[in-house]
């Protein structure tokens, strides 16, 4: 009778176990990946999460890494002109997106950029980061050019040795399918974070929101400037403060304004922008930061997006929020 009493304690404990707090993580795309999800009564346990977003991220290193030289990009980069690739179809689908960006900003936001990449320092085929020879420079902008790029059907061809970088969107695009298949496993309340690109759904297991951090644009330590409450929202914010170098007191960051064939020389430190996609915020901080402060901003404003974007000024930094912005905010 005691056995029969204690089990059923344990079966009524069980039974009133309120939801966890799971999280786990691990290496991704040169960087990591984190999850941070409510585990009801029954839901999938950690490991079965980790495997399952582990999978979304190894397909994402197969077909977008240029670090592998197997890789879809890989392989597409290493055909010649007048050639054509069949690709996944959401591959295809980034390479429009791209192509809009493209033709949105003008040609600043360019996907075929990986030569000027490799030749400043910053891509996988570079050798140190320096500013390079004017006519090394001349060489490569000739490979540079999104125009050159064209659709048919299942597959992606080009007119022109161009090479294709999708690091610009390729994390925000892996948070959406991890954001995706997680609702497909039940789990209705997360944060689901690669490379720094996120989405938060739902609340915390107390019921209040999740609360997201966005960072001051400092390269010795991280300071919060704000943090914000997101629910089925996707946060973005692309920088020109963790890659750089510096050579004969001038600073050269990671991005490129590919029509000009060389980094930003702007004040604009970082653009974040709030999405429900995280391939489109990741894609649209980009090219904010691309265009800089003053067309950037024109820019944000034209299109309605949820932005903020962050200038130095002497002395420190000033932030400026969209309009689309504070609506998103009070929506939460």
């Known amino acids: 009778?005691?056995?029969?009493?204690?089990?059923?304690?344990?079966?009524?404990?069980?039974?009133?176990?309120?939801?966890?707090?799971?999280?786990?993580?691990?290496?991704?795309?040169?960087?990591?990946?984190?999850?941070?999800?409510?585990?009801?009564?029954?839901?999938?346990?950690?490991?079965?999460?980790?495997?399952?977003?582990?999978?979304i991220l190894h397909d994402i290193d197969r077909h977008y890494s240029t670090y592998r030289a197997d890789s879809t990009v890989s392989r597409f980069n290493q055909l010649p002109a007048n050639q054509c690739l069949v690709l996944p179809s959401d591959m295809l689908d980034?390479?429009?997106?791209?192509?809009?960006?493209?033709e949105q900003s003008a040609g600043a936001f360019d996907l075929t950029v990986e030569p000027l990449l490799d030749l400043w320092g910053f891509g996988p085929q570079a050798r140190q980061e320096q500013v390079p020879d004017p006519n090394a420079l001349a060489q490569a902008r000739q490979r540079v050019g999104y125009r050159h790029l064209r659709i048919e059907g299942q597959a992606l061809c080009k007119d022109d040795p161009v090479e294709l970088d999708f690091n610009s969107i390729a994390a925000g695009h892996a948070?959406?399918?991890?954001?995706e298949r997680l609702g497909a496993m039940g789990i209705a309340n997360f944060i689901a974070e690669a490379t720094g690109e996120l989405k938060a759904v739902g609340h915390k297991p107390d019921g209040s929101p999740w609360r997201i951090a966005l960072e001051l644009p400092r390269e010795d330590r991280q300071i919060a400037r704000q943090v914000i409450p997101i629910n089925g929202l996707s946060v973005s914010t692309s920088g020109d403060y963790r890659h750089f170098f510096e050579e004969n007191g001038r600073r050269y960051s990671h991005t490129f304004d590919a029509r000009l064939g060389r980094p930003v020389e702007h004040d604009l430190a970082a653009a974040t922008v709030l999405d429900a996609s995280?391939?489109?915020?990741?894609?649209?901080?980009?090219?904010?930061?691309?265009?800089?402060?003053?067309?950037?901003?024109?820019?944000?404003?034209?299109h309605d997006?949820?932005?903020?974007?962050?200038?130095?000024?002497?002395?420190?930094?000033?932030?400026?929020a969209t309009p689309a912005f504070e609506r998103a905010l009070k929506a939460e």
Request: glycine share 10%; net charge negative.
């Open 1 to 55: 009778m005691r056995i029969a009493l204690l089990f059923s304690l344990a079966l009524l404990a069980a039974c009133n176990q309120g939801p966890t707090l799971e999280r786990l993580g691990g290496p991704t795309m040169g960087s990591s990946y984190t999850i941070q999800y409510v585990r009801a009564a029954g839901g999938p346990a950690p490991a079965e999460v980790q495997a399952a977003v582990e999978v």
């Open 94 to 102: 980034l390479v429009a997106f791209g192509q809009h960006l493209a």
């Open 175 to 179: 948070v959406d399918l991890i954001a």
């Open 278 to 302: 995280a391939l489109q915020a990741d894609g649209y901080s980009t090219l904010l930061l691309i265009l800089g402060p003053e067309r950037g901003w024109d820019f944000a404003i034209a």
């Open 305 to 320: 997006l949820a932005a903020v974007l962050v200038t130095r000024v002497e002395g420190g930094f000033v932030s400026r």
